[in-house]
Structure formats: C-alpha cells, structure tokens
Nanobody, 115 residues
Framework: QVRLVESGGGLVQTGGSLRLSCVAS????????MAWYRQAPGKQREPVAT???????NYVDSVKGRFTISRDNAKNTMYLQMNSLKPEDTAVYYC?????????WGQGTQVTVSS
C-alpha cells in the first residue's frame, strides 16, 4: 500500500487560491488512479478531481474551471490547484491512490474558505 501525505491546506478568503500537495511514499508512476476527495461537515466524502492513467482528468461540476489536478512522477507528488475558492469549498481534502487493486488514502488537510 502506498502511503500518502497531504499538505497545503489552510484558511483563505473567498476568491483566493490554494495548492494542495500529496506526496507518495514510493513511485506513483504505476498508480492507475489518483484523485482528490473532500468531506464537508455533516456530508459524505465526494470525489473532486480524478486522474486516470496520468492523462484523463475528471472534475465534479462544482469545481470545473476552478480546480486543476496534476501529478509529477519524478517527485512522487500529486497536486490540486484551487482557484476562485468559495465558502462551499470548505472541507477536509483527501488524497487517494489506487494501484493493483489496493486503495490508499492520506490523512486529510483542512481547507477553510471565509466569506
């Protein structure tokens, strides 16, 4: 199982930006699916952005045009660039990886957007 560690969360005002990072304990080159999920208080965890095979990207409608998922295989790191943040983006953001039938989760990083 790949160990994942997120960072980059924090408090930001509406309209601001943050970049989340997810560092893997080993090479992510062979990780077939990587994604960012989020969980707001009282709500279920939901996928925000997904990258399949390092190329195909999908986003939940609410973040399209504002968030960008990317990865740097040389640094074993995945990113989530978040622009034009809104209060409804407030949540704990989790990094997710899936390789050879084994899913891995990070511990989460808090993102709070003030109005």
């Amino acid at each position: 199982q790949v160990r994942l560690v997120e960072s980059g969360g924090g408090l930001v005002q509406t309209g601001g930006s943050l970049r989340l990072s997810c560092v893997a304990s080993e090479s992510i080159f062979s990780v077939s699916i990587m994604a960012w999920y989020r969980q707001a208080p009282g709500k279920q965890r939901e996928p925000v952005a997904t990258m399949v095979g390092g190329e195909r990207r999908n986003y939940v409608d609410s973040v399209k045009g504002r968030f960008t998922i990317s990865r740097d295989n040389a640094k074993n790191t995945m990113y989530l660039q978040m622009n034009s943040l809104k209060p409804e983006d407030t949540a704990v953001y989790y990094c997710y990886g899936y390789r050879n039938g084994v899913p891995s989760w990070g511990q989460g990083t808090q993102v709070t957007v003030s109005s």
